[in-house]
Nanobody, 126 residues
Framework: QVQLVESGGGLVQAGGSLRLSCAAS????????MGWFRQAPGKEREFVAG????????YAADSVKGRFTISRDNAKNTMYLQMNSLKPEDTAAYYC???????????????????WGQGTQVTVSS
């Protein structure tokens, strides 16, 4: 069983920055790939970014490329999402996720993940 806890959300003006954290209850070295998703009211959950165990392989949705950076610190069992140049359309609840079994492939859809955090709200004002 893996528990994931997100933090770092909040209210920020457009153009501002936030850093989200995802703390895992188990060694992230045992989780391999991890990912960030978001869901805005009335919209489907969408993939934001994902990365491999070492962090060498990262993937980001086109909508956040160049603005968001995903990273992890396995020594701290924590994954991060640095969000810069935030836009009102980035407003959503952000969730971190991990697969049920260790995987070397970074999943780009929610179906690839089994464990989910409770989410942290990000609100970007115009």
């Amino acid at each position: 069983q893996v528990q994931l806890v997100e933090s770092g959300g909040g209210l920020v003006q457009a153009g501002g920055s936030l850093r989200l954290s995802c703390a895992a209850s188990t060694r992230t070295s045992r989780i391999y790939t991890m990912g960030w998703f978001r869901q805005a009211p009335g919209k489907e959950r969408e993939f934001v970014a994902g990365l491999s165990y070492t962090g060498d392989s990262t993937y980001a949705a086109d909508s956040v490329k160049g603005r968001f950076t995903i990273s992890r610190d396995n020594a701290k069992n924590t994954m991060y999402l640095q969000m810069n140049s935030l836009k009102p359309e980035d407003t959503a609840a952000y969730y971190c996720a991990a697969p049920k079994y260790p995987s070397s492939s970074v999943g780009l859809t929610g179906a690839a993940y089994y464990y989910w955090g409770q989410g942290t709200q990000v609100t970007v004002s115009s």
